[in-house]
């Protein structure tokens, strides 16, 4: 009788085991981040823009101050949202409700095709490097970047793949510099 007893309790914990492990979510997904607080884009009506490069224009909201621009060498904190111009939010450092500026070294910002999780080296383009150089603490500008110069170059199925076409729209603040 308690053989009986005991392969029992053995049965159902086996069973209980199997049907833990049929859990279908997986704990090693990340989430997609909330953009709900998200500011809107800036409004660029009314600037004028200024080129860049060829494919990358600013649009300088706020003048930044100080003796020190952005080099090739810096560190930077920067308020950032990347977007299509059609409006579809790609990165944010204000995504799920984030009041901290991100650090950006500007000498590392590349294309970069093996991006696996939700970070600010989804925002890396040769566009958003040319196009923050020169700016100076508390400027604010939009840049619009051609497809040339922001994700043409991904292989297929990669994490930005799907806006090799796009044109983007980066909103950027620039808190601070670090040489």
Known sequence: MQIRFTNVLIAL???SLALAACDTTDPF?????DFSTVPEAL???GLDPIEIEEGVEAYIHNEGEG???VTIRDNISVFLT????????IYSSFNDGRTSPTSIGVGNIQLNANIFQYSVFL????GLRSGILGMKEGETRTLIVSPERGFRGLPDNTTNSRFRDSSLQYDIELVSIAN
């Not at 990347?82 to 939010?89: D, M, Q, V």
Request: aromatic share 8%.
């Open 43 to 45: 409004d660029i009506t």
């Open 82 to 89: 990347l977007r299509t111009t059609e409006g579809e939010i």
């Open 123 to 126: 925002a890396f383009t040769p």
């Open 29 to 33: 997904r990340i989430p997609p981040p």
């Open 13 to 15: 914990a086996v069973i």
């Open 67 to 69: 003796d020190f621009e």
